[in-house]
């Protein structure tokens, strides 16, 4: 499509939801791939749209419900952590190291960069012989504002660990320190590491290796990109892997229960990730990456006796750097879902899914909401 194609399609579409709480544009999804999914509005109108795609898969791969283009390509980034994890585990590493729940959760996070964390971390790295000095993740201020200016106050510089990537980085270093592995070149792509963990999202997502893209992380390591399609069916077969052999299946379990039961590690103090699997008590697995990514699983059970586990892949087009849209989106999806009860909704209310909008004065001149309706599969 032209880009003055584009520019008319989207005039059109503020015309049509000025008003509306949300908007039926499922017929429009061969115009664009991706669609209105969160709205800001001042007074009675709509200022500021984010677009994304969204999709509902089980552990079979069937599509229970969409929003947007399910096949769009774009990568996971931090949400493809756990899979990252998943061939360490899958080989024994819980057992050879003996690690705990709360020290395998900080395998598959992003975390905040606070004491607690990084305790936990020197914990991992005592355990396998990791040392500090051989992260190449880098270096940035820990996410936690409280730990970053008590470290100011007394002038501690931060460290490789104090980065949210720094328990993945770990966990591939003790994996090719186990297996006798070189250790300098572990971000390498032809590194065995690396290519374990290529092979397992492969077969984790049913997408052969050729087709998924591959470039570099944030944090230098290897990053995946395939179609949301296959992350969220990923997802679903991590928190229902009972057609999995079973030293990946146990893995798979050890890694979201250990996620549920640390949901303190993969995040942090008030960050969503960490304060939705508060809010819902194990029943379900939430993982976000950079530039907008949301991976969500509900385990067996999460939304009644006897329902299936399912996977939940997102994007925000745009990247949400504020981070206004990604949580509320999330928990949209989840509410028309019918997997969030009432308690749990009351506890994420500070994240959404809608939320007043402030001027200077503390006045309320608007609000942001999600603006889509999940089309159910039949």
């Not at 059109?12 to 039926?24: C, N, P």
């Not at 052999?245 to 990730?273: H, K, V």
């Amino acid at each position: 499509m032209a880009f003055s194609s584009i520019i008319l399609v989207v005039i059109g579409l503020l015309k049509t939801i000025r008003k509306s709480d949300s908007i039926d544009l499922t017929t429009m999804a061969d115009q664009t791939s991706y669609l209105p999914v969160f709205q800001l509005t001042r007074a009675e109108t709509v200022e500021s749209i984010h677009f994304g795609s969204l999709v509902v898969v089980d552990p079979h791969g069937k599509v229970i419900a969409s929003y947007g283009n399910p096949e769009i390509v774009t990568y996971l980034r931090s949400t493809a952590k756990p899979f990252q994890a998943l061939p360490f585990l899958e080989q024994g590493g819980q057992a050879a190291f003996d690690l705990l729940p709360s020290e395998i959760a900080l395998l598959c996070a992003s975390h905040s960069g606070t004491d607690e964390h990084v305790a936990t971390l020197l914990a991992i790295q005592e355990k396998t012989g990791v040392l500090e000095s051989e992260l190449l993740c880098g270096v940035h201020p820990p996410y936690h504002e409280p730990t970053a200016q008590a470290m100011a106050q007394r002038a501690e510089k931060p460290t490789p660990n104090r980065h949210n990537c720094s328990g993945k980085h770990t966990a591939m270093l003790a994996f090719a320190r186990w297996q006798g592995w070189s250790t300098a070149d572990y971000l390498n792509l032809s590194h065995p590491v690396q290519q374990r963990i290529v092979a397992t999202l492969s077969e984790m997502c049913g997408l052969p290796i050729n087709d998924i893209a591959l470039g570099t992380d944030g944090c230098s390591a290897p990053n995946f990109a395939i179609p949301l399609y296959n992350a969220a069916w990923a997802y679903a077969r991590l928190c229902d892997p009972s057609d999995l052999l079973p030293p990946r299946a146990a893995a798979c379990r050890s890694i979201t229960s250990a996620m549920t039961s640390s949901p303190q590690m993969i995040a942090g103090p008030g960050r969503f990730d960490t304060c939705l699997m508060e809010a819902t008590q194990g029943r379900i697995v939430a993982k976000g990456g950079a530039e907008g990514y949301q991976g969500l699983g509900l385990l067996p059970g999460a939304l009644e006796p006897g329902s299936p586990a399912l996977g939940i892949a997102f994007k925000i087009s745009d990247g949400d750097l504020k981070g206004r849209a990604r949580p509320a989106v999330a928990i949209e999806i989840l509410r028309q879902l019918d997997a969030l009860p009432a308690d749990a909704l009351e506890q994420l209310a500070g994240f959404g899914p809608r939320l007043p909008l402030y001027n200077w004065r503390k006045l309320v001149v608007g609000e942001s909401k999600p603006c889509f309706t999940l089309r159910r599969s039949p």
